[in-house]
């Protein structure tokens, strides 16, 4: 009976190598969820701000064709709920907004600033498409309603 031989070390290794390069590239190209708008609003305010940093984490990671994924993800799942939860979304969304004091309004403010002055201007681009998209879906009531919120004082 012949014994079987051992493999060289450095084959070991290379498969070592390979096996974790493999991995590495499949966590990478697996895309990044877009968390559910229910669960989401049973989230505390301090759970919201952590899962946020998080995503925002893997976004700054991400290849700009995935962080395009995401954005369009989200956005869908923002088109198929009703009315009613559109409403209660951006409803609860502008109470936490005005329940911030000026200074955390101010920085995240600069922060969504400086996120669009760090896209490509092709993502630029898409942004301004996508916006508009979403403006031409609106009402002309929501809309002269948006222009005078949106008026400075």
Known sequence: MKTPTRPPL?????ACMVG?????????????????????????PE???????????????????ERNAFRQQLRQQIETLSPTERQALIDSTRQ????????????L?????????????????????QRREILDKLSPAERRA????LKPD
């Open 109 to 129: 403010t600069e922060e969504r600033r400086e996120q669009v002055k760090a896209m490509t201007p092709e993502e630029r681009q898409e942004l301004l498409r």
């Open 20 to 44: 974790a390069l493999l991995a590495s590239a499949a966590a990478h190209a697996a895309p990044i969820a877009v968390p559910d708008t229910q669960d989401w609003a049973r989230l505390t």
């Open 47 to 65: 759970q919201q701000v952590q899962r946020k940093a998080e995503i925002r984490q893997k976004l700054q990671q991400a290849t700009p064709q």
């Open 10 to 14: 450095r084959c070991l290794l290379a």
């Open 146 to 149: 948006l222009r005078e919120k």
């Open 96 to 107: 936490r907004w005005q329940q911030l004091s000026p200074e955390q309004k101010q920085r």
